[in-house]
């Protein structure tokens, strides 16, 4: 089927909640009043209405029997029945004219019940409407508002008073799509915490219909995406898929966490959305063709992509590290090494400039100016900044690694160092990457890290992320040069807003 009706599934003129619910517990109930919500705050342009044979209104808005008798044209159908009605559910939708239909409902090919969803593919097909699903949990858009994931955003504790959030993430340029609708979660989660901003969430469950090779057709044009996540236990279309990813990688990065991996991954997997998990050097190899990075957690997964969202990639391996702590810079030196990039020693005119910054006073002069380059726990904001300078114009480094360990006595304002090494990269462009470090969990910590996002340059809390981040732009950016491409993504990157 097309996938021009996909835009109908972010960007609904209308809404129906087919079983939305009375019940607060219910997941129809809690879809459909995070809906209106939304709509009430004005996150919402669509209108939604409530589809329940046995209500007569639900949180005050008059609920409909049947999708059929909605006075509205209706353009997304989100379905959350009892799977042995839901081909009933679809034919109506079909006759209303629905464009799209969300499937939450369990109950089909995950539990060895393929005719049933063949039979709601096979109705669905009849007329042209297209399907995320069924078993999963649909989609979050926090730039248009709509939201099918039936958790609540706050719950209340057993003592009746306190309420504590689970916020959705705010609207950011990831797009993150997954076979697996808990896993899509508690990435959701995570991105709250993190700060992370989301373009588009799908859980796409079965893919009885809309697979990944669909959405990431879709997301080539999407102007909110700039970096593409990947969840995947399978893939059915491994032509197709390799096909679209390709023509996408060019323009956008795809990153991918695979599932499955063993024996026993594979079983968990096959029972889990009925998917056949194959070869894992299998995956690996259709990655390398396809272009798509290769991660192996969720944390790997998110640090990846905050990098290359927020910074260009490069073409060159070579890692330049300023640090107030040697073991810091120790353990970044290894963790490069160890990933393929190189740690080289400064020579040349970098070398000279540094050593005049020592002779003159503005570093330390028991400072190492080898690389990585300690300025020892005497650092200041004033000497980060001075040899950040230095490795910006430099033609021995292509990425910047910036250990900004705030604990010593001469960074007095962490937040205020963060801000200006965020100035100083501005200045040249961002013509090099650069990547920042600030290890701990206190507050000082956590604000200088924020800071640095705020900058546009990613922050980690530990070397060995960064490091791992800073690959996966040297990896990118490889990539594009081998395909031809660099120079023309380089001439659309610009940072972010």
Request: hydrophobic fraction near 40%.
């Amino acid at each position: 089927m097309s996938s021009e009706n996909l835009n109908y599934f972010f960007n609904p003129r209308t809404i129906a909640v087919i079983g939305a619910s009375r019940e607060s517990d219910k997941p129809g109930h809690v879809i459909f009043s995070i809906l209106l919500d939304n709509k009430k705050k004005g996150l919402l342009k669509a209108n939604v209405y409530p589809v329940n044979p046995k209500a007569k209104e639900i949180l005050g808005v008059k609920a409909y029997p049947s999708v059929k008798e909605i006075e509205d044209d209706v353009e997304l159908a989100i379905i959350v029945v009892p799977a042995r009605i839901v081909p009933k559910v679809i034919k109506e939708c079909g006759e209303k004219g629905v464009k799209a239909s969300i499937i939450i409902s369990a109950g089909f090919s995950e539990v060895g019940n393929k005719e049933l969803e063949e039979e709601v593919l096979k109705t669905a097909k009849a007329f042209n409407i297209r399907i995320i699903g069924p078993n999963c949990i649909g989609i979050l858009s926090p730039w248009s508002g709509v939201d099918t994931i039936f958790l609540p955003v706050y719950k209340r504790l057993n003592d009746g008073k306190l309420l504590i959030s689970t916020p959705r993430p705010k609207p950011g340029h990831i797009a993150l799509l997954s076979q697996s609708g808990a896993f899509g979660t508690a990435a959701i989660d995570y991105m709250v915490g993190e700060g992370i901003g989301l373009s588009i969430f799908v859980s796409y469950g079965n893919k009885a219909d809309v697979d990944e090779a669909d959405l990431l057709e879709y997301l080539i044009e999407h102007e909110r995406t700039r970096v593409i996540l990947m969840y995947l236990e399978s893939i059915e279309r491994g032509r197709k898929f390799i096909e679209v990813a390709r023509k996408t990688s060019v323009i956008k990065p795809i990153i991918a966490l695979k599932a499955g991996r063993t024996t026993g991954g594979s079983r968990a997997a096959a029972s889990h959305t009925a998917a056949l998990a194959g070869l894992d050097e299998v995956y690996d190899a259709a990655f390398r063709r396809a272009g798509i990075i290769r991660t192996y957690d969720i944390e790997e997964l998110f640090d990846v992509a905050k990098a290359l969202v927020m910074l260009p990639p490069t073409s060159g391996g070579r890692i330049g590290i300023i640090t107030d702590g040697g073991g810091a810079g120790v353990m970044a030196t290894d963790m490069a090494e160890l990933l393929g990039l190189e740690v080289p020693e400064l020579r040349g005119s970098t070398r000279e400039e540094l050593e005049r910054l020592k002779s003159n006073g503005i570093i330390p002069p028991f400072s190492s100016v080898a690389n990585p380059i300690d300025l020892t726990g005497s650092a200041t904001s004033e000497m980060y900044i001075e040899t950040l300078d230095v490795l910006l114009r430099s033609n021995e480094v292509d990425i910047i690694l910036v250990l900004a360990l705030h604990q010593v006595p001469g960074i007095r304002d962490p937040i205020d160092l963060a801000r200006k090494i965020g100035k100083k990269v501005k200045e040249y462009n961002f013509a090099k990457p650069v990547l920042a470090v600030d290890t701990g969990y206190s507050e000082a910590a956590v604000l200088e890290r924020e800071t640095f996002d705020r900058e546009g340059i990613p922050s980690y809390p530990i070397p060995e992320r960064a490091v791992r981040a800073a690959r996966a732009l040297y990896a990118y950016g490889r990539y594009l040069t081998k395909r031809k491409k660099f120079d023309d993504y380089m001439k659309k990157w610009n940072p972010l807003d």
